[in-house]
């Protein structure tokens, strides 16, 4: 058993989820910025890698600009190596944390480490660890690598995209998925459409993978 795993994230017309040098910027537009904060407030937990940490330092925590009375959901920051900054925003105690490693574990107020994996992070275990300390709605909001590493190994339930009028360009901008790629047509992620709707200037394009059925639940 795993959580109902959402993979979330805002892009420009050409694919790029950040500016050419990697630093992040807002894509979204408010009508999506409202949307994003009230699916994160249903899900029990919302997960990011270290570089989106290290890159953008989020917070990660519903605002209640957009929910009032918010839940906050669990943080949770994959980072092999625990190099999570004592400073970083993750780390405040808005929200409780989890940051999963493949080195160290401790307990200390809002902040839980533990170890799940060898050299990297192992996802499906991690995915069953989840499911069994009560997360059943993960919310997974990049970056490149993170998302990648999800849809290869078939972790996706749903993929909501938000695409912004706007083109940044670049060969070295990070895009909606990163990591080493397919190398051969038999690779290839296959996705199905199920709902396109205009939200503002813009479009958010909801998709299942190809051989989702309601039993995936």
């Known amino acids: 058993m795993k959580p109902y795993v959402i993979v979330n994230c805002a892009m420009s017309i050409d694919g790029k989820i950040a500016l050419a040098n990697r630093k992040q910027m807002r894509i979204s537009n408010e009508e999506d910025m409202k949307r994003v904060y009230m699916l994160r407030n249903e899900c029990d937990a919302v997960l990011v890698g270290i570089g989106t940490v290290l890159n953008d330092d989020p917070k990660l925590t519903v605002k209640e600009k957009y929910v009032k009375n918010p839940s906050q959901p669990l943080r949770i920051v994959l980072d092999s190596n625990f190099r999570t900054p004592k400073n970083a925003e993750v780390m405040s105690k808005d929200a409780p944390t989890l940051i999963v490693t493949t080195c160290r574990e401790f307990k200390e107020g809002n902040i839980e480490v533990i170890k799940c994996g060898k050299g990297k992070v192992d996802l499906k275990r991690l995915?069953?660890?989840?499911?069994?300390?009560?997360?059943?709605?993960l919310m997974v909001e990049g970056g490149e690598t993170v998302i990648w590493e999800f849809l290869k190994n078939g972790l996706v339930d749903e993929l909501s995209v938000f695409i912004a009028p706007i083109i940044i360009g670049g060969k070295n901008s990070p895009t909606l998925a990163g990591g080493e790629g397919a190398l051969s047509p038999q690779k290839i992620i296959k996705m199905r459409l199920v709902e396109s709707k205009k939200l503002g200037d813009g479009i958010l394009l909801k998709f299942h993978p190809s051989t989702w059925t309601n039993s995936s639940r």
Do not use: A, P, S, V
Request: proline letters at 0%.
């Open 127 to 137: 995915m069953k660890i989840l499911y069994e300390r009560g997360i059943k709605k």
